[in-house]
């Protein structure tokens, strides 16, 4: 048995079509079932702008390849949905010889996988690569190097809670607190530089900082059980 880590860009696949459209949209694709050449598919879709989100799945459930698209729920920059899509090419050839493990991350274009092959070797770029497939990446990972890298793409999902939990305010803020420098060593905005370049009174800017970071020590605490 072989762990191969696989970054690829298709042409014949809905996930990268949309990533590569909208930069800022991330596409976790949770489960996968092949029935008759389709595949039935669970994913998640998140992005910071929330605007960009819903052009996103719009853009995805309107392609020729996706079908029966259902959008289970969707709260600020976090969506999630069943759906059908036509198999690629890839995915046809490898799982003949293994199974790729989910969650696949697809982002700017690039959908990368952990794929377990059932033989004594892995996949190589020329096994993947065909007129729709191109592999970017690809490495044989020992089982120590797949420990160690693989709960990185649960990250992302750790990323979706505290996301979740930040109003539109508090995303706000944020983004302009952190594009500022307030959060850096040294810091290069004081608050009341920041206050000033927001309009809002110090104190209630404070207030709101404040308030972040709790939702955000709250959710690292829950998930260490502190």
Known sequence: ??????????TDCPHIDTSRKFEN?????????????????????????????????????????????????KKNGIATAFYETRATSMFLRLGITGFRIHPVVVHRGIEKWFFISSGQEGPTASHINDKFTTVVSLKNMTQEQFFLEYPSVFYELHALKIINNLSDVD??????????????????????????????PKSTLSYHVRMIEQKMANMLAEQLRI
Do not use: C, H
Not at 1 to 7: H, L, Q, S
Not at 45 to 64: G, H, I, M, P, Q
Not at 176 to 199: E, H, V
């Open 171 to 200: 995303m706000m803020l944020f983004k302009a607190a952190t594009d500022g420098g307030f959060f850096s060593w040294p810091r290069k905005k004081s608050l009341t530089g920041l206050s000033k370049d927001l309009n809002l």
């Open 1 to 10: 048995m072989v762990v191969t880590e696989i970054a690829v860009t298709q």
């Open 25 to 73: 949209t991330y596409i976790l694709i949770m489960n996968t079932q092949l029935i008759e050449g389709r595949q039935k598919m669970f994913s998640i879709f998140y992005s910071l702008d929330k605007v960009e989100l819903d052009k996103a799945l719009t853009y995805f459930s309107r392609n020729r390849r996706v079908a029966s698209f259902s959008l289970l729920s």
